[in-house]
């Protein structure tokens, strides 16, 4: 094998690699559900939930109250933390069902300069016609970050978007706090930077074996 060949072939591995960083760029967040691991435990489960999204404002929001946590799945861990810990989940989306920005705050309705939860959102995951939608959250904070990790997704179901106009085309709500019901677990998946870096890697080492071979030849 010669150089310029092995030249060639790096130069076709970085251009696929180029091109699939922008895919993963250019891919609208929410397109789909997200499709992420995690884990059941920890889990806050908040049943008392009022969803909306206002048209005007591209303003998503969902706010109520945590029923339960639940750190293990031993029972003996599960905390009846009903109506003593506030949710609050709020996002601005567009139309098009693109986020911007959003944020997650769960807190301590006793001790509100001390937060359970907080997180930024970074994905945002729905399918038309199905009433659940998933946030998925980084730079997570507050007192029981160390149970979570790094990222954390919120499921929540009931939320009034199956119900809406070709998605965020319309504003829907569903504020029956009996009916919408949000689960808070750890998401511990890599961001799509993490697995661009990842690739770039495997074309070094890629780049290794061809310049072995080119030697041996």
Do not use: W
Not at 98 to 123: H, K, M, Q, R, Y
Not at 155 to 168: K, Q, R, V, Y
């Amino acid at each position: 094998m010669t150089l310029n060949h092995t030249r060639r072939c790096l130069r076709m591995l970085l251009l696929f690699i180029a091109l699939l960083a922008a895919t993963f760029a250019a891919v609208p967040a929410g397109a789909t559900q997200i499709n992420v691991p995690y884990t059941y435990f920890p889990d806050l489960n908040s049943a008392f939930i009022g969803v909306g999204y206002d048209y005007g404002s591209s303003t998503f929001t969902a706010n109520g109250y945590v029923n339960t946590y639940q750190k293990s799945s031993d029972s003996s861990s599960l905390t009846d933390a009903y109506f003593l810990s506030s949710f609050s989940l709020t996002a601005a989306i567009s139309h098009s069902g693109v986020f911007s920005s959003g944020s997650l705050d769960i807190e301590n309705i006793n001790d509100p300069s001390t937060p359970l939860l907080t997180g930024n959102l970074i994905a945002l995951g729905y399918d038309k016609n199905d009433p659940v939608m998933q946030f998925l959250f980084n730079n997570v904070g507050g007192s029981l970050k160390d149970d979570f990790g790094s990222q954390v997704l919120v499921i929540l179901g009931n939320s009034g978007f199956d119900l809406a106009t070709d998605g965020f085309g319309a504003s829907f709500n569903n504020y029956e706090f009996s009916d919408a019901v949000s689960d808070t677990h750890p998401a511990p998946v890599p961001e799509p930077g993490t697995v661009t870096l990842l690739l770039f890697g495997g074309a070094g080492l890629f780049l290794a074996r061809l310049r072995k071979s080119t030697r041996r030849g």
